[in-house]
């Protein structure tokens, strides 16, 4: 049987082509630089992959609301720079904590600017990015502080040849994955994403739950910022900036629809492997900065436009379809049939 455009959109979309194209990454890798996929190199790309994974689900988190965060280059830098202050005087735990806790509350004004204030949350997250900004640059002076000793220890070491942060990336990941699928909290931030008119009806608090979808976004950031600054030693202060673009590139590419609805979170993981590996291949290259940025954006172009290509597809497919059926149920108007009609 002949496999038909709306066929193979159909299978795309269900199996995801993040897959076979994070999969074909890896094997042409090698050919194009020889130690791309060495020891070393998995080394340094799987931390960051782990980072911008736990980002990224975080931003599919506010994409399923039908959002966009542009607050995490503010949130992270924020998070690293409460960290580094406050380690030495009240200790690595207790610093985390409060890490951790100084994202979530620019979470929950992000939340709070949305379902109260009703703006648009690319605005709105816009607005509280710029003003985390500004506190971080005038509380640190715009002088970047380095973490902790024991915590960038844990972060550069490794468990059974896995980065601890990879490690403590997927645990946190299986966590979020069966949150997701086998809870009532997960079903319901599903549902607000997909119909908030149902969810309304079933006695759910949209408005609640799409605020509680910003602050556990926000605490994503956070657990990744807490993980890059100790992994770096001594980040800059922009230290969410360059997680941005890939982080809305994994969630498309990983086939979330901008629309709401379900969140594919082992599909973003792919996706943030893919973006991980490719920069690192770009960069093994050669190739300036610049080009890593152009290439993020070509990709970001390419998911984009797949649904686009999906519809138009599936539609010309159908009027095929339809045109076909017109010709079967509509018999030829012959002489014949005209003489019997005259009579």
């Known amino acids: 049987m002949k496999r038909t455009p709306s066929t193979f959109w159909h299978s795309a979309s269900r199996l995801g082509l993040v897959w076979p194209a994070t999969g074909a990454l890896f094997l042409i890798s090698p050919l194009i630089a020889a ?5 070393p190199a998995l080394m340094t790309m799987l931390p960051l992959a782990g980072v911008l994974a736990l980002i990224a689900v975080g931003q599919g988190l506010v994409v399923q609301q039908r959002g966009i965060d542009l607050s995490i280059p503010g949130i992270m830098s924020l998070s690293g720079l409460v960290l580094t202050q406050f380690a030495a005087q009240y200790g690595i735990v207790l610093a985390i904590v409060l890490a951790i806790g100084a994202a979530a509350l620019g979470g929950l004004a992000n939340g709070l600017v949305v379902t109260k204030l009703h703006i648009t949350p690319i605005v ?3 607005a509280v990015n710029a003003l985390l900004l500004g506190a971080v640059q005038f509380y640190s002076g715009g002088i970047a502080s380095s973490a902790p000793a024991s915590l960038t220890g844990f972060a ?10 990879f490690l403590l990336a997927l645990v946190i990941l299986i966590a979020v994955a069966i949150m997701n699928r086998r809870t009532m909290f997960g079903r319901r931030l599903t549902q607000a994403g997909k119909s908030p008119a149902a969810l309304n009806l079933i006695g759910g608090n949209v408005p609640v739950i799409t605020c509680a979808s910003y602050v556990i976004s926000a605490v994503f950031y956070g657990v990744a910022a807490v993980l890059l600054t100790a992994y770096l030693q001594t980040p800059g202060l922009d230290l969410g900036a360059d997680q941005l673009l890939p982080s809305v590139a994994a969630v498309v590419l990983a086939g979330n629809a901008l629309t709401g609805g379900d969140l594919k979170v082992w599909s973003i993981a792919a996706a943030a492997l893919f973006l991980t590996q490719l920069d690192q291949l770009v960069l093994s290259t050669g190739a300036p900065n610049s080009v890593q940025l152009l290439i993020q954006a070509a990709v970001l172009l390419v998911a984009v436009s797949m649904p686009l290509l999906r519809r138009m597809s599936i539609h010309r497919a159908q009027r095929r379809v339809d045109a076909g059926s017109a010709g079967e149920t509509a018999p030829p108007f012959t002489g014949s049939r005209l003489k019997e009609t005259a009579v």
């Open 35 to 39: 130690r791309s996929l060495d020891g």
């Open 124 to 126: 709105a997250t816009l």
């Open 156 to 165: 550069l070491s490794n468990t059974v040849g896995v980065p601890n942060v």
